[in-house]
Each structure stands twice: as structure tokens, then as C-alpha cells.
């Protein structure tokens, strides 16, 4: 059985930083994309970055880009994304998200077959 656990999230004050790590277990992912989406209240769910497998490929939102940067490591099946600058604007549920094939819509949450548990960040001001 495929699972996704996401860890890191917390509490944080405007300015801050946070690095969420997403685990994944029971197949490897070293040649599929995998990124991070998140929801915030009242929101739908929103791309944030993703990066194909061998790290080549890398996207992300334009409100994160030179803030939060996604990387992984492929020996231990994770990956991270590391938020700095933080802002209020950023709290969400983050939900790490895995595709069982390759596909490079990585904007798309249809593109992906596994999706993780969600980890809460507040970012206060």
C-alpha cells in the first residue's frame, strides 16, 4: 500500500521559515514527478511547486517563487519543500502529492495517483 506522510508544518510568525518533508512508501517514485498543493479555509485546493524525477523539471506559483524552494531525495523516497519569507497569505493545509506515471501537467491535481494526509501551516502576523 502506497502512503505519503507529510511532516513539518506548524505554527510560524510572519518573516519565518518552515521545510515540510512528504515520505513516501511502498513503491519508489525516483522517476515520477511529485509536488506540493494546499488548500487554506474556504479555498480550493491550489498548486504550489512540483519537480519531476530526476529534478530537472521544477515549477511553482508565481506568489512563491524566490520564497519556497522543492528538492528531493531519491535514496530516501522524500520530498521537501523549504519556506522562507513566510506570510499570513501562505497558511493552509500543505498536502504532499505523488504521480504514479509521468505526466507534466504539474499544475494539475489530476495529475497525481497519491496524495498525502496534509500538514497545517499557520503563518501569523
Known amino acids: 500500500q502506497v502512503q505519503l506522510v507529510e511532516s513539518g508544518g506548524g505554527l510560524v510568525q510572519a518573516g519565518g521559515s518552515l521545510r515540510l518533508s512528504c515520505a513516501a512508501s511502498?513503491?519508489?517514485?525516483?522517476?515520477?514527478?511529485m509536488g506540493w498543493f494546499r488548500q487554506a479555509p474556504g479555498k480550493d485546493r491550489e498548486f504550489v511547486a512540483a519537480?519531476?524525477?530526476?529534478?530537472?523539471?521544477?515549477d511553482y506559483i508565481e506568489s512563491v517563487k524566490g520564497r519556497f524552494t522543492i528538492s528531493r531525495d531519491n535514496a530516501k523516497n522524500t520530498v521537501y519543500l523549504q519556506m522562507n519569507s513566510l506570510k499570513p497569505e501562505d497558511t493552509a493545509v500543505y498536502y504532499c502529492?505523488?504521480?504514479?506515471?509521468?505526466?507534466?501537467?504539474?499544475?494539475?491535481?489530476?495529475?497525481?495517483?497519491?496524495w498525502g494526509q496534509g500538514t497545517q501551516v499557520t503563518v501569523s502576523s
Open positions: 511502498g513503491r519508489t517514485f525516483s522517476t515520477n514527478p
Open positions: 502529492a505523488a504521480d504514479g506515471g509521468v505526466t507534466y501537467n504539474f499544475r494539475a491535481s489530476r495529475s497525481y495517483d497519491y
Open positions: 519537480m519531476s524525477g530526476s529534478g530537472n523539471i521544477i
